[in-house]
Each structure stands twice: as structure tokens, then as C-alpha cells.
């Protein structure tokens, strides 16, 4: 009798197992946005792309890897929005262009190299300067449009449903963000891919339509259902435009892949 017991337990365990997962597939979550008042979270950010310049027929490659620590406090929770203050700590980059290296990191600025030294005034000005923007319950941003020169909040906050979400369930966000001067219309599509206790697993792509770039995004996330937080990501990104420099009008393409945390 023991021995049968001992087989059937494994069998036991293995439905079990089966049955939980089937429950959290089907079992619905609102997600609103309720960080924890008080908390701090901080948000890791690394992007690595390439930039490809078309000059006079040639192409000219140039290699990026961006690092961001950017930290954020729930400073006022209710139930229908959020106060947040958030600030850029620190920025790390690595360039190689045409056989050059490049290097910055605000930790050591003396280890800039000296052609990036009159370029990174405006990074070090954005620097541990608290800002305060205000959500919605849905991740909406109130007032006015959000720089993302220097703040990465909106791939952590975004524009969340109203309506319960199953496994299977979409949903689509429209907005307008401004990045170094330039209003960029994106529309989003998410796709619900994994519910549990812990998280709300998501695709999603995404498309940029504007009179200078366009391009579109892919990738996956993870929603806290608590917070209505993205806790991580993985977006790759292909984006096109065009620079005029003396006279010239240059064909640009960025590929690339970003990944952000948030603890």
C-alpha cells in the first residue's frame, strides 16, 4: 500500500500542478495603477543599438550602449492617481565610431573621453534633479507632455485598460511622447500572454508616426497586478529618419534591443 502510495503522489502532484495552471489561465485581473505609497523603486535601463548613417552612398555603423539608473517615489497614492517623484542617478555610455572608442560614465566622469567632453553638459545638468509628475489610475500622464530625453517612466508606467484581462485579451494605447525636440505619435497593442499571482505577462509591438521618424517596437513585460508597475522588459526597436547637415539630407536607421528592470 505504501509503495502505491508513493507512485500515485508524484501523479497527485503533477495534476495538481495542472489544474493550478489552468485556474490562473483563465482567471481574469484589473490592473490599476497603485504603487506603494512611500516605496522608492529603482529602474535599471540598458540599450544597445546600432545606428546606421548613409553618407554618399557609403554607410557609416556606430555602436551604442546606454545604462540608466533611475530611481522613483510613490510620494502620494489614492485611488484615482499618483504622485511621483523620480530622478536620473546615473548614466553610463560606450560608442564605437569609426574605429573610436568612446566612453562616458557620470560614476567617473574623469574617465570621459576628452571628444565627448562638451557633449555630456546637458546629460550632467539632468542629473539627481528630482521632478514630480502625476498618473492616473490607468497610467494616463497628467499635464503636460513628458520629455523622455532624460526619464524612462514611460516604459514603466503605461496606459492600462479599463476592462478585466484574461490570457488572450488586447488592449491598444494611443499617445503623443516628446524625445529631443521631436513629437513622436506611437500606437500600442498589448497582448495578455501568462496571469498569476505575481504577474501579468504581456507582448506587445508597437508603431511611431510622425513627420521625421518612424519605425516600430516589439517585445514582452511583466506587470506587477499590485502596482500596475512593469517590473521588466524587453523591447527591440527599428526606427528610421533623416538628418539634413549642411545641405544634405542623410538616410539614418537605429536597430536595437532594451532591456529594463525595476527593483
Known amino acids: ?82 504622485d511621483i517623484e523620480t530622478q536620473i542617478e546615473a548614466i553610463k555610455m560606450n ?15 574623469e574617465k570621459t573621453s576628452p571628444m565627448l567632453a562638451g557633449q555630456t553638459k546637458e546629460i ?51 499617445n503623443s511622447q516628446t524625445v529631443s525636440n521631436t513629437k513622436l505619435n506611437v500606437d500600442m497593442e498589448y497582448t495578455v500572454t501568462a496571469i498569476s499571482k505575481k504577474s501579468v505577462d504581456v507582448s506587445f509591438t508597437g508603431s511611431i508616426d510622425s513627420d521625421e521618424v518612424t519605425g516600430g517596437y516589439s517585445g514582452t513585460a511583466s506587470i506587477n497586478p499590485q502596482t500596475g508597475l512593469v517590473m521588466n522588459s524587453t523591447t527591440k526597436s527599428n526606427i528610421s529618419m533623416t538628418l539634413n547637415e549642411q545641405g544634405m539630407s542623410l538616410p539614418v536607421t537605429v536597430v536595437g534591443t532594451t532591456t529594463i528592470e525595476v527593483k
Open 1 to 82: 500500500m505504501k509503495k502505491t502510495i508513493r507512485k500515485f503522489t508524484p501523479v497527485m502532484l503533477v495534476l495538481v500542478a495542472l489544474v493550478t495552471l489552468s485556474f490562473m489561465a483563465n482567471k481574469g485581473v484589473t490592473l490599476r495603477l497603485q504603487p506603494k505609497q512611500g516605496q522608492t523603486y529603482t529602474a535599471t535601463s540598458k540599450a544597445n543599438a546600432m545606428t546606421m548613417i548613409e553618407v554618399q552612398g557609403q554607410t557609416m555603423n556606430m555602436s551604442q550602449l546606454v545604462e540608466v539608473r533611475q530611481t522613483f517615489n510613490a510620494k502620494k497614492v489614492t485611488d484615482t492617481q499618483s
Open 95 to 109: 560608442m564605437t565610431q569609426m574605429g573610436m572608442k568612446l566612453e562616458y560614465d557620470s560614476d567617473h566622469p
Open 124 to 174: 550632467e545638468e539632468g542629473l539627481n534633479k528630482p521632478l514630480t509628475v502625476t498618473y492616473d489610475a490607468l497610467g494616463h500622464h497628467v499635464g503636460d507632455t513628458l520629455s523622455l530625453n532624460m526619464n524612462q517612466l514611460s516604459n514603466i508606467i503605461i496606459e492600462l485598460p479599463e476592462k478585466e484581462l484574461t490570457v488572450g485579451s488586447t488592449w491598444n494605447s494611443k
